[in-house]
Each structure stands twice: as structure tokens, then as C-alpha cells.
């Protein structure tokens, strides 16, 4: 295992490669306010009118 030192002038946070990808999925989401917007609406929806995974994305 390699341990690198690094000086940095700010504060800094180190996160697996994973986690950064998935910060940025989500900032790009956030940043849509339509796909937002299509979210918020869709997650007001009662559950019994909302689609499963499976029943949106079945083969059919």
C-alpha cells in the first residue's frame, strides 16, 4: 500500500472514486429543474397509482 503526503491550503476531503461519481449524478439531477420538478411530482403521487421498476421496465 502506497501512502502518498500531500500539503493542501484548505480543507479537503478524500472520498472513494465511487462516492465522487455519485456526487456528481446527483448534483447533475439537482441541477435539471424540469427532471425535478417531474420527481417532486411524481413522488406526490399516492403509492397505489405509482408504477413498479418492474412494471415500467419489464420486456415485454
Keep these: 500500500m ?3 503526503t ?3 491550503k ?11 461519481e455519485e456526487l456528481k449524478e446527483t448534483i447533475e439531477i439537482l441541477s435539471d429543474n424540469k427532471l425535478v ?3 417532486s411530482k411524481a413522488l406526490a403521487e399516492p403509492k397505489e ?3 413498479s421498476h418492474k ?6
Excluded: L
Excluded at 55 to 60: A, G, I, T
Design 55 to 60: 412494471e415500467v421496465f419489464s420486456q415485454k
Design 37 to 39: 420538478r417531474s420527481i
Design 10 to 20: 484548505k480543507p479537503s476531503v478524500i472520498i472513494s472514486e465511487d462516492k465522487y
Design 2 to 4: 502506497d501512502i502518498k
Design 49 to 51: 397509482k405509482r408504477k
Design 6 to 8: 500531500i500539503k493542501v
